[in-house]
């Protein structure tokens, strides 16, 4: 590769150089404590920030329209997908309403909605935002958390859903 080709940085160029970083998936979801009516999204930027105190993070875009539904609800259940929850991640990834319709999902001990299933799902509260070019980073503190589920993790690799190979 040439010094110019190496040097220059489009949103291309960085996608498909970060995109050979695998990555897990995470939902991320919330329910309006007015209606009850569940927002959520699907989200590979997930990581842990601190462990004292317990603190976690990810990025939503700007353009989102679940996340201020999101925020709204207070409360967020961010579930650890497994590798057989594809269809809910591509679901939650996408436009619309009711993201939720047909998953199998229950409330976390406070409240916030949690995908059935998964690997592993955390009660959180939202701490702070941060502002980052054309996304937010969300940094929330962990309030609950279990990990009872079993199996291969969901990974996002190179713009799709992938699974470990062993």
């Known amino acids: ?41 699907a989200a590979n930027s997930f990581c842990s920030v601190s462990l004292d105190p317990a603190l976690v993070s990810f990025c939503v875009a700007h353009t989102s329209s679940s996340w201020p539904r999101i925020r709204a609800g207070g409360l967020l259940g961010i579930t650890i997908l497994g590798a057989d929850q594809e269809e809910a991640a591509i679901r939650l990834a996408a436009r619309g309403s009711d993201k939720f319709h047909g998953l199998p999902w229950t409330r976390s001990p406070g409240g916030a909605p949690v995908l059935d299933g998964a690997l592993a799902w955390l009660e959180c509260a939202i701490e702070a935002e941060h502002p980052a070019g054309d996304h937010v980073i969300v940094v929330a503190r962990v309030l609950r958390l279990d990990a009872s589920g079993a199996g291969e993790p969901l990974l996002f690799y190179r713009g799709e859903f992938e699974r470990i190979s062993r």
């Open 1 to 41: 590769m040439s010094a110019a080709a190496a040097a220059a940085v489009g949103s291309r160029c960085l996608r498909s150089v970060l995109g050979r970083f695998a990555t897990g998936v995470v939902a991320v979801a919330a329910a309006d404590p007015r209606t009850g009516e569940r927002a959520g999204l």
